[in-house]
């Protein structure tokens, strides 16, 4: 019975031990998103030094993501719970297009998806409705603007590596046109 005592006792502190951390709702590691968004500064931060990204200014959001103004909008920024109306392009940093809204844009970069409908984006600023990075970076753009949107990986798809044509982690540029908000 001392023994039984002894093994359960043991048995008991490992399980406190393990409960300790924070883990994932989902069971796996928990993300590393200030160790991401490390990697991702520096990766950013070469691409930019030699993308040949024309633009007026850039603003360098103290979240990571970067907004390339190309063309300033005569409109207001947007606020949170705005509706915002956009036409998109999202790349990988070496230009490979994994999706857009633009059905001519998708053919020619073989990710057209004949299931799928082609319209303006639309998406409540401050939401889940889209990634976090356009949240981000459409607050800083007024309405009429087109640019790009450098986003990191933990304002983007993360690990997941379920998006097609998106590697796990990886750092996505968006062309954005700024249509107008509600």
Same mark, same amino acid.
């Given at each position: 019975?001392?023994n039984? =005592?002894i093994?359960?006792?043991?048995l008991?502190?490992?399980?406190?031990?393990?409960?300790?951390?924070?883990?994932?709702?989902f069971? /796996?590691?928990?993300?590393?998103s200030?160790g991401n968004?490390a990697?991702? =500064?520096?990766?950013?931060?070469?691409?930019?030094?030699?993308?040949?990204?024309?633009?007026?200014?850039?603003?360098?959001?103290?979240?990571?993501?970067?907004? $390339?103004v190309?063309?300033?909008?005569?409109?207001?920024?947007?606020?949170?719970?705005?509706?915002?109306?956009?036409n998109?392009? @999202?790349?990988?940093?070496? @230009?490979?297009?994994?999706?857009?809204?633009?059905?001519?844009?998708?053919?020619?970069?073989?990710?057209?998806?004949?299931s =799928?409908?082609?319209?303006?984006?639309?998406?409540?600023?401050?939401?889940?409705?889209? $990634? #976090?990075?356009?949240?981000?970076?459409? =607050? #800083?753009?007024t309405s009429?603007?087109?640019?790009?949107? $450098?986003?990191?990986?933990?304002?983007?798809?993360?690990?997941? /590596?379920t998006?097609? /044509?998106?590697?796990?982690n990886?750092?996505?540029?968006?062309?954005?046109?700024?249509?107008?908000?509600?």
């Amino acid at each position: 019975m001392k023994n039984f =005592r002894i093994v359960l006792s043991f048995l008991v502190a490992v399980l406190l031990v393990a409960s300790c951390g924070t883990p994932s709702p989902f069971g /796996g590691p928990v993300y590393d998103s200030e160790g991401n968004l490390a990697i991702d =500064r520096v990766k950013i931060d070469d691409f930019l030094r030699t993308a040949p990204i024309d633009s007026l200014y850039r603003i360098h959001d103290p979240t990571g993501v970067v907004i $390339i103004v190309q063309e300033e909008g005569t409109g207001a920024k947007p606020a949170a719970g705005m509706l915002v109306y956009t036409n998109y392009t @999202g790349k990988l940093l070496d @230009g490979t297009v994994f999706d857009t809204n633009l059905e001519d844009v998708a053919r020619e970069n073989d990710v057209y998806d004949p299931s =799928r409908t082609y319209r303006i984006f639309q998406f409540t600023l401050g939401t889940s409705e889209t $990634i #976090q990075g356009f949240n981000l970076g459409f =607050r #800083q753009m007024t309405s009429g603007s087109k640019g790009v949107l $450098i986003i990191p990986s933990p304002w983007a798809y993360r690990d997941s /590596g379920t998006i097609p /044509g998106v590697p796990a982690n990886s750092v996505l540029m968006f062309e954005v046109e700024f249509l107008g908000m509600d």
